[in-house]
């Protein structure tokens, strides 16, 4: 490349370094993060030559700034912050940092490094949409426990019976009942005639009788809370109730747009076909995974960026295996609970899990090897544009006729 552009992303601005081939530094600038600031960057690099002939590196690999890039024409090559933290010391033994620095050096690992790292092939609209789908899905859940807990919270400080009287205070009966009695005082006067009438109300299926329920409800501690207090707590109560009961509309909403978007989307049956993969994981995993085949050349790559294979550090005659904490813990996450779901339907996840158990191995990292195991399997389907075939799958068919036989 004739020209070789480091970004360093910010906010407000971001700080732009150009090079040409031999490392002198022709640019070094601040960009204005709004529509005039971006659009004089993509004329300054204009003036140096054709946009696929000048390469931008930068941290993060999507974003405004890198959809901008991209739709310019410029090839942008993402290097991971663990590259350029690396790397620093190459560039000042005192350990010095700005914006600007930080975009020259981008700049020359790509003149002098460039062959080691991979252009960004952008993903298609479909997989872009389903991938924010599913990452505000996954914001929604852990915002759904936050409230419960923070709700959970707020009882045990004046009403520690009514957050211990069902399973689970996101439930439908649980939320029900603190709407209708969001403080002791309003519950003082409930009986199992009355709590019989409401749990048939609320078509309560928990198997618990009123009776036990009721039982339940006086066996725990009394709050102290003077009647104001209690009242204000009350109308808390009410209030977290109700934000709970919003969200929890708001997720059964887009679950089901992810569930629709999966199904109808080409890769998303190779994935589904997997045995227990379910709609939402598969479209948890689709939507990290990616349609870009040239993306991952072989499963271990894939494997890497999962998460589910260890690092190994090897010197001499010492060799030390690590959990992998740098990856995509999205598609971790997703990964793993899919092959924790396939060893309830597939015989030999489930002989693979049981064999790591023998070795000694706790459940998180025994389902890390039988994801690792599924990875080279979804790889090859994945590739090969193929759904999940038992029958082809070699070793599970041979455990299927041993356990025949």
């Known amino acids: 490349m004739p020209y070789c552009v480091g970004l360093d992303w910010g906010s407000v601005e971001h700080a732009v370094g150009v090079l040409d081939e031999t490392g002198k530094v022709v640019l070094s600038r601040a960009a204005p993060h709004d529509k005039a600031g971006l659009a004089t960057l993509r004329k300054d690099l204009a003036r140096l030559g054709p946009p696929q002939d000048i390469a931008i590196a930068i ?28 790397c620093r010391p190459r560039y000042s ?34 997989i872009k949409a389903l991938q924010a789908q599913t990452r505000c899905r996954d914001e929604m859940v852990a915002d759904r426990v936050a ?49 019989a009438a409401f749990l048939a109300g609320q078509a309560y299926s928990g198997g618990k009788s009123p009776a036990a329920l009721i039982a339940r409800l006086c066996a725990s501690p009394a709050g102290l809370c003077g009647p104001r207090e209690a009242q204000a707590k ?28 999966v199904a109808a989307h080409p890769d998303g049956r190779i994935v589904m076909s997997f045995p227990r993969a379910g709609r939402v994981c598969a479209a948890r995993i689709l939507a990290e995974l990616g349609d ?46 899919f092959a924790d779901n396939s060893r309830h339907q597939s015989r030999w996840a489930a002989k693979l899990y049981a064999d790591a158990r023998k ?12 994801a690792r195991a599924w990875i080279r399997i979804l790889w090859r389907a994945w590739k090969d544009r193929k759904p999940y075939d038992a029958e082809h799958h070699a070793a599970a068919k041979k455990l299927a006729q041993a356990i025949g036989g």
């Open 93 to 126: 033994a005192a350990g010095g940092k700005s914006d600007r620095g930080d975009a020259v050096m981008l700049a020359d690992i790509l003149r002098t490094d460039g062959p080691r790292f991979r252009v960004l092939q952008p993903a298609s609209d479909d």
């Open 147 to 195: 409230l419960v807990n923070r709700l959970s919270g707020l009882l045990d400080s004046f009403w520690p019976g009514a957050a211990r009287l069902f399973c689970s205070l996101d439930t439908a009966i649980a939320r029900a009942f603190l709407r209708r009695y969001p403080t002791p005082r309003a519950a003082r006067t409930l009986t199992e005639k009355r709590l």
């Open 59 to 86: 941290e993060r690999p999507s974003g405004l700034i890198v959809d901008t890039l991209v739709a310019a024409g410029h090839p942008v090559v993402p290097i991971h912050p663990n590259v350029v933290k690396a």
């Open 359 to 370: 070795r000694g191995c706790r459940h998180p990292h025994a389902i890390r090897i039988l």
């Open 292 to 337: 870009v085949r040239d993306r991952f050349q072989t499963s271990g790559q894939l494997a890497a960026e999962a998460g589910v294979c260890p690092v190994t550090h090897a010197s001499g005659k010492r060799r030390n295996v690590v959990f992998r904490w740098a990856c995509n813990h999205r598609l971790r996450t997703a990964v793993t609970c």
């Open 234 to 261: 009350g109308e808390l109560v009410g209030q977290l109730v109700g934000l709970l009961d919003a969200l929890i509309a708001q997720t059964a909403t887009l679950t089901r747009r992810i569930e629709e978007a």
